[in-house]
Antibody, heavy 121, light 107 residues
Framework: QVQLQESGPGLVKPSQTLSLTCTVS??????????WSWIRQPPGKGLEWIGY???????YYNPSLKSRISISVDTSKNQVSLKLTSVTAADTAVYYC?????????????WGQGTLVTVSA | DIQMTQSPSSLSASVGDRVTITCRAS??????LNWYQQKAGKAPKLLIH???SLQSGVPSRFSGSGSGTEFNLTISSLQPEDFVTYYC?????????FGQGTKLEIK
């Protein structure tokens, strides 16, 4: 059974860098055909796709956040990481990691439970 | 970027009712449309992928239809646990985008 678990600080100060880790179990982050994604949800609002890293290492980021995002993998720990720089209160959200599977179509079939990150001084 | 417009944003219904939620894309997305269910405080759960393919383990009262720019999620007979929030998601082109959500409420 594939499981994803996000971890990281729950509170980040404005202008600092948000760093989260997603630990994957039951699958390998280098398995072919998967897009390891980050998605966020501000409190009481909808879902926003942040970006993904493909198993090959290629990345694609949401243009609205592109200049501030970095997604990487640590194959030795089977983890996917997200860094978001220069955060503001608008970056306060529950951050989810999810596995994107390509079976004809492409969809998120496994999600972490999410971690709330609050940006505040 | 592709914009996804979901309607209605909220819907009041009763147990046993049949309901339909609609998602419209700002341009054609073929069948690259997925539906998720989200319970309060939980991660979204995949219900339907490729517009009409039921994800394994999802009850058959959920069904999806459509292609191109207009898609529907239908729940044939609402159960108490279905009164939560639903999102559509286009994966036709990056950046991926989601509808704004539809909250199902008990009448």
């Amino acid at each position: 059974q594939v499981q994803l678990q996000e971890s990281g600080p729950g509170l980040v100060k404005p202008s600092q860098t948000l760093s989260l880790t997603c630990t994957v179990s039951g699958d390998s982050v280098t398995s072919g055909g998967y897009y390891w994604s980050w998605i966020r949800q501000p409190p009481g609002k909808g879902l926003e796709w942040i970006g993904y890293i493909y198993y090959s290492g290629s990345t694609y980021y949401n243009p609205s956040l592109k200049s501030r995002i970095s997604i990487s993998v640590d194959t030795s720990k089977n983890q996917v990481s997200l860094k978001l720089t220069s955060v503001t209160a608008a970056d306060t959200a529950v951050y989810y990691c999810a596995r994107g599977s390509m079976v004809g179509n492409y969809f998120f079939d496994y999600w972490g439970q999410g971690t709330l990150v609050t940006v505040s001084a | 970027d592709i914009q996804m417009t979901q309607s209605p944003s909220s819907l009041s219904a009763s147990v046993g009712d049949r309901v339909t939620i609609t998602c419209r894309a700002s341009q054609t997305i073929d069948n690259f449309l997925n539906w998720y269910q989200q319970k309060a405080g939980k991660a979204p759960k995949l219900l339907i992928h490729a517009a009409s393919s039921l994800q394994s383990g999802v009850p058959s009262r959920f069904s999806g239809s459509g292609s191109g720019t207009e898609f529907n999620l239908t729940i044939s007979s609402l159960q108490p646990e279905d009164f939560v929030t639903y999102y559509c998601h286009q994966s036709y082109s990056v950046p991926d985008s989601f509808g704004q959500g539809t909250k199902l409420e008990i009448k």
